[in-house]
């Protein structure tokens, strides 16, 4: 079994014991209810040199607004612990809220553009808590390779800006995003919905894969590419946040033309999950 | 000659390459120009246990607000890097602003509460330049004893919480005021004092002293206590920014009672020039 540790002490002692022996350190953050997308990149953080892997897990209220799902977001910690068993994970870090915001708590790591558009439009403190809690897990593991999902997108750019703005001696991969079979993007929000939501919510990956479709046969059209993103999510779902062509890098409209480096991204709501989805414009979306 | 380092990646080589030969690393946090105050510190950071210590020297644009002096801010490398010498400091970190601040650049860091009286309410975004840049300083240096004087008293406690509530994997060291034979607290910005002025500025000095004395003889109604030392300052200075006394650890206001835990705190106007100072109640104040 990993090794479970519960404070940033803890952590540390664990990882600096790691590197004194000469073992490159490799983080995965999570917020637990593992999935075979987070076993992903604990391969991926392996793959970029780590020969330890320690996974958090903490559903960080920081991130949530009032309105959101933090009491109801699914905990499955003895099933993640035989998950991170399985694949040989050699930390498990689970702190609890106290020990990562005691009483006093009052400092916060702000990324500012990259987090205004998109999820930080609707979700305005959501980047102020990841960006936190993550330089949390950053200083406290020490240098790491930390492994993100392009599931997130926007959240994988604001932390690898956030590493390079303060210097933090972290490596930050982007890993290609985990789907089922069908195309869904997995997501631990997955499990907030009924078969039938189930076999609705693939129209994400359906719009989106129009969309990259249209845009291999020369479409290059914004509103062209999105109308054809949107055409399927709205038949399916119940309603959507956005389908939105951005920069590949920083996020920034791309309205008049869709380049090499746009991302299309896209919110849905279907009954009372929310799923987030996107894909780069031109690459092949892999399945499996 | 201290080894002169000018980017975050060459500061952290530097750093690790000391770590690597299981010597601690101190860091001195400064804006240069520097005096005998800045020495202590360097002594300080021995003191409690590293055997290599750096400087840094960066006139830090982000806590100066448009108003402020940051053009006029004295920029004396040739006599820093031979103080240095003289000292016996290991490593200068002499980054420019572009390697601190390169294009794209924006994230912030922000203690909150402390933040918000004294210093941070005349000074709106200076503690957040001040936190932004010394967590760079510290995520570059890597664990670390880091020294700052405690005449920047609000800045300490602003660090301190910083690194605490961010987990980083630093000491915090917070060391006595060093002051001139009369008694003026060591500052760069006495340089921009003229004579007359000069001799007019000790009675901050004179102030805090007062009403330490009377704290000793059992004062403790705060309004006597800030009158005591804001009749000097007032007969010398052009004009007062404030006399406060404060809870020691959070700086929160003493309104009632000045008990064991508390701090005077003072910034005041001569001619162009802002000066602050401050004394814990009860405790004697040391000169040279």
Redesign the interface.
Known sequence: MPTLVHT?REL?AACDAFRARGERVGLVPTMGALHEGHMSLVAAARNAGAQRVAVSIFVNPLQFAPTEDLAKYPRTLPEDLARCDAHRVDVVYVPSALDMYPP???????????TRVLEGATRPAHFRGV??VV??LF??A??CVAAFGQKDYQQWRTIE??VR?????VNVLGCAIAREPDGLAMSSRNRYLNPDERARAVAIYAGISAANEAFGRGERAVGTLTTLASRPIAAAFDSIDYVAIADAA?LTDRQVEAGEQAVMLVAARIGKTRLIDNARLGERLVIG
């Open positions: 940033p540390r006093g708590f009052q400092t916060h790591v702000e990324v500012e553009q990259v960006t936190t330089a949390k200083n406290a020490g240098p800006r956030m703005d303060l210097d933090m001696p920083d």
